[in-house]
């Protein structure tokens, strides 16, 4: 692609297009502004030459015109003295200037044409690099903004997930006591059953020997 249909796609290219079809509009017109700045560089270049072309071309012409006026002042010279073969050779000489300064005076209108095109496009390619860095730096603000609220977000939310933890902690340590609490009432409850039981034995073992002893005793009266 040559410079200038690169340039001419820069100056003709529509930024909210390029942005909305951008996975990363940051690094998209980064990029944009980039190449704007170095579009900008070579038209400046490439105007400061042709500045200097027509600056060569107007001192051509100056010369060919002081040329043709020489060889009209010999040409009149040579009439003077009727030397009419050696006027038409100075005449000869002016019209060979004249044809070179019509060609000097084509290439600096093509000069100037080109340098009107350039002025054009540089004026819109300035403009066009003042909105893409006006937008650059909306983006990097927007950007900054996004990441801060992102980890003030991200902080909010591990305080959330803090504070879901120490509760969820707290009711298992509930549970673990009600759960140590039954376990102590189950092993008192199975003591007292224990003991429950063995006092009953004691008691009919007390019974039983009370009644034996209300038997012999009845028993040796009887006798």
Sequence with gaps: MGMFSRISDIVQANLNAILDKAEEPEKVIRLIVQEMEEALVELRTVTAQHLASKKGLQRRIEGCEKQ??????????????????????????????????EQFQDEMHQIESSLQGLQSDIQRLQEKLKDARGRQKALESRQQ?????????????????QQVIGRFEHYEYRIDELEAKLEAYDV???????ESEFD?????????????????????KAA
């Design 188 to 194: 008192v409850g199975k003591s007292e059953s224990l």
């Design 68 to 101: 043709g006026a020489d060889w009209q002042s010999k040409a009149e010279l040579a009439m003077s003295k009727q030397k009419e073969e050696l006027a038409r050779s100075a005449l000869e000489q002016k019209f060979h200037c004249e044809k070179q300064i």
């Design 145 to 161: 903004s996004a990441v801060t609220r992102l980890r003030a977000k991200h902080s909010a939310d591990e305080h959330k997930i």
């Design 200 to 220: 009953k034995m004691e008691r009919e073992q007390y019974l039983d020997d009370a009644v034996n002893a209300l038997k012999r005793k009845a028993n040796t």
